[in-house]
Nanobody
Framework: HVQLVESGGGSVQAGGSLRLSCEVS????????MAWFRQAPGKEREAVAT??????????VAVEERFTISIISTGNNKNTLTLEMHSLRPEDTAMYYC?????????????????WGQGTQVTVS
């Protein structure tokens, strides 16, 4: 049973930074395409970054060169998906979700991912 739990959201001023984390259980995070999505009020959920098992990344134009997706080892054989966010803007305000797919490469950017976390709120003012 795959479970994803996000943390690290909060409120920051424009120009600030945050790091989101996604703990994955029930599977090996390095065996899947992984992604961060976000959904702002009144808008559709959109992909902001993906990471495949070869380490290949993709970023949306809105966040490229400001956000970094990666997997870090947190000890006890655990690996955590993270999203480093810098130079935050008010338009980055959204609920952020991590997601895992059943494929390992050619990560897609639509919303058809089988496993999702519950989300963590990021507010930039």
């Amino acid at each position: 049973h795959v479970q994803l739990v996000e943390s690290g959201g909060g409120s920051v001023q424009a120009g600030g930074s945050l790091r989101l984390s996604c703990e994955v259980s029930g599977t090996t995070v390095r065996s899947h395409c992984m992604a961060w999505f976000r959904q702002a009020p009144g808008k559709e959920r959109e992909a902001v970054a993906t990471l495949d098992t070869d380490g290949k990344t993709w970023y949306s134009v809105a966040v490229e060169e400001r956000f970094t997706i990666s997997i870090i080892s947190t000890g006890n054989n655990k690996n955590t998906l993270t999203l480093e966010m810098h130079s935050l803007r008010p338009e980055d305000t959204a609920m952020y979700y991590c997601a895992a797919d059943s494929v390992a490469w050619a990560c897609k950017v639509d919303n058809d991912w089988p496993w999702w976390g519950q989300g963590t709120q990021v507010t930039v003012s």
